[in-house]
T-cell receptor
Framework: KNQVEQSPQSLIILEGKNCTLQ??????????LRWYKQDTGRGPVSLTI?????NTKSNGRYTATLDADTKQSSLHITASQLSDSASYIC?????????FGKGTMLLVSP | SQTIHQWPATLVQPVGSPLSLECTVE??????LYWYRQAAGRGLQLLFY??????ISSEVPQNLSASRPQDRQFILSSKKLLLSDSGFYLC?????????????????FGPGTRLTVL
């Protein structure tokens, strides 16, 4: 059964600090992995997408990594800002399938 | 550029009443269309997807239904709402997948509809 597990479930950090969110998956076959950011009460917005051959992908202060061998991905946020407070969702694409993680709720505190 | 619209933004309905949520996409043709539900504190749950007019695939059994009367219009309906239908409903689109199934391309989400069933 395809599964995506994200950790931690929630996280509070101080503004300006860095943080790393984790995503472990058991999706086969594997096509790609995306990280989405969902602000409260809004639809998710894509941050990064990585295919099997890609190890890292950056989008501003967001850097995603992928280890296809261990089936793990991480999202690193550098110099966090208050606007980074949101839910971060890991989504793994297979062959015509999409498996969603439950998300990590990040709160950046001033 | 492509845009996706959903309405209404919020809705409060009594148990047993009907439901109709509408989603439209502009600026693209033949998109894959999706309906998701996000219950409080839960992840996104795919309810329906459509790869073309009149083609609807259901991911989970429930008292909801979906229709696609036009290429860029996707409607979520229910004849009788349950309390458990409360949640945040999101419509999304993506480029059509080569396999004719739900695309693994990036999905673009609408603003969502907050449904409360009392």
């Amino acid at each position: 059964k395809n599964q995506v597990e994200q950790s931690p479930q929630s996280l509070i950090i101080l503004e300006g600090k860095n943080c790393t969110l984790q995503c472990n998956y058991t999706v086969s076959p594997f096509s790609n992995l995306r990280w989405y950011k969902q602000d409260t009460g809004r639809g998710p917005v894509s941050l990064t997408i990585m295919t099997f051959s890609e190890n890292t992908k950056s989008n501003g202060r967001y850097t995603a990594t992928l280890d296809a061998d261990t089936k793990q991905s991480s999202l690193h946020i550098t110099a966090s800002q208050l606007s980074d407070s949101a839910s971060y969702i890991c989504v793994v694409g297979g062959y015509s399938t999409l498996t969603f993680g439950k998300g990590t709720m990040l709160l950046v505190s001033p | 550029s492509q845009t996706i619209h959903q309405w209404p933004a919020t809705l409060v309905q009594p148990v047993g009443s009907p439901l109709s949520l509408e989603c439209t996409v502009e600026g693209t043709s033949n998109p894959n269309l999706y309906w998701y539900r996000q219950a409080a504190g839960r992840g996104l749950q795919l309810l329906f997807y459509s790869v073309g007019i009149g083609q609807i695939s259901s991911e989970v059994p429930q008292n909801l239904s979906a229709s696609r009367p036009q290429d860029r219009q996707f409607i979520l309906s229910s004849k009788k709402l349950l309390l458990s239908d409360s949640g945040f409903y999101l419509c999304a689109w993506s480029a059509l997948g080569l396999a004719g199934g739900p695309s693994t391309d990036t999905q673009y989400f609408g603003p969502g509809t907050r449904l409360t069933v009392l």
